[in-house]
């Protein structure tokens, strides 16, 4: 569990994560990031406006920005070695308090998930490890991931596999060269015209804001958490 103090000094930087969540490694955040009850990460980071719902786990995860992870979600993984004789952790790890003789060193670490920005990881979805998704694509509920998915995509099933575009081609490129993710539209008044449910119409409306300066930039990581406590971020990069 986190300890209060922890969660206190997450809170001055707008990061919520609830006393129940666990986190082991080292976690990052930016600004805006909410981690819900009985959430469990190890050596993950988050951007800005992005949430993990209940019973959610991460290992090894680079979560980018407005990012919408569900109940009982997984994501990544650490690996157990196939090639040798037993795939247990009795005969490397520490789990069941050691063994009598050395053991080979083993890194139990699965290879990093990298989820892109706007990605939508419905309910009991797994993401494997290695994985990227791209920006603004959808897992469905229950989905295994198991191949990199392509931006904006709609994938469902297992093995997951494309069912749709989530939006039309011609706007993908228009969002991808927008990078509005970048921006901090939540706190900017510009924004409170845009019709968010009218893609096409907002597009051209954000890139206007956008040229004019008049939407704000978000930050880079600001806060983490590791094995002793949260302390200030000092590095400008966000992974």
């Given at each position: 569990?986190?300890?209060?103090?922890?969660?206190?000094?997450?809170?001055?930087?707008?990061?919520?994560?609830?006393?129940?969540?666990?986190?082991?490694?080292?976690?990052?955040?930016?600004?805006?990031?909410?981690?819900?009850?009985?959430?469990?990460?190890r050596?993950?980071?988050?951007?800005?406006?992005?949430?993990v719902a209940p019973?959610?786990?991460?290992?090894?995860?680079?979560?980018?920005?407005?990012?919408?992870?569900?109940?009982?979600?997984?994501?990544?993984?650490?690996?157990?070695?196939?090639d040798?004789?037993?795939?247990?952790?009795?005969?490397?790890?520490?789990?069941?308090?050691?063994?009598?003789?050395?053991?080979?060193?083993?890194?139990?670490?699965?290879?990093?998930?990298?989820?892109?920005?706007?990605?939508w990881?419905?309910?009991h979805?797994?993401v494997?490890?290695g994985?990227?998704?791209?920006?603004g694509?959808?897992?469905?509920?229950?989905?295994?991931?198991?191949?990199?998915?392509?931006?904006?995509?709609?994938?469902?099933?297992?093995?997951?596999?494309?069912?749709?575009?989530?939006v039309?081609?011609?706007?993908?490129?228009?969002?991808?060269?927008?990078?509005?993710?970048?921006?901090?539209?939540?706190?900017?008044?510009?924004?409170?015209?845009?019709?968010?449910?009218?893609?096409?119409?907002?597009?051209?409306?954000?890139?206007?804001?956008?040229?004019?300066?008049?939407i704000?930039?978000?930050?880079?990581?600001?806060?983490?958490?590791?094995?002793?406590?949260?302390?200030?971020?000092?590095?400008p990069?966000?992974?």
């Amino acid at each position: 569990m986190v300890d209060r103090q922890s969660i206190e000094h997450l809170a001055r930087f707008g990061v919520t994560a609830k006393q129940s969540s666990q986190m082991n490694g080292t976690v990052r955040f930016e600004r805006k990031v909410v981690l819900f009850n009985n959430v469990s990460v190890r050596d993950c980071s988050f951007g800005s406006y992005s949430y993990v719902a209940p019973f959610g786990h991460l290992l090894f995860a680079d979560v980018g920005r407005y990012c919408s992870i569900g109940n009982n979600v997984a994501a990544g993984g650490s690996n157990h070695p196939m090639d040798h004789v037993s795939t247990s952790p009795a005969f490397y790890d520490r789990v069941f308090g050691g063994q009598a003789w050395a053991p080979a060193p083993y890194d139990r670490r699965g290879d990093r998930v990298v989820i892109g920005n706007d990605v939508w990881l419905a309910a009991h979805s797994r993401v494997l490890p290695g994985i990227t998704i791209g920006h603004g694509a959808v897992v469905g509920m229950g989905a295994v991931v198991a191949k990199d998915v392509p931006p904006f995509a709609v994938v469902v099933g297992n093995p997951a596999r494309i069912v749709r575009q989530r939006v039309p081609e011609g706007l993908q490129e228009r969002l991808m060269a927008l990078s509005w993710w970048d921006y901090d539209w939540p706190a900017s008044p510009a924004a409170a015209g845009l019709d968010w449910r009218q893609p096409a119409h907002a597009i051209y409306q954000m890139e206007e804001l956008v040229a004019e300066g008049r939407i704000g930039r978000l930050g880079p990581i600001v806060v983490q958490i590791t094995e002793d406590a949260a302390t200030d971020a000092d590095s400008p990069d966000r992974k």
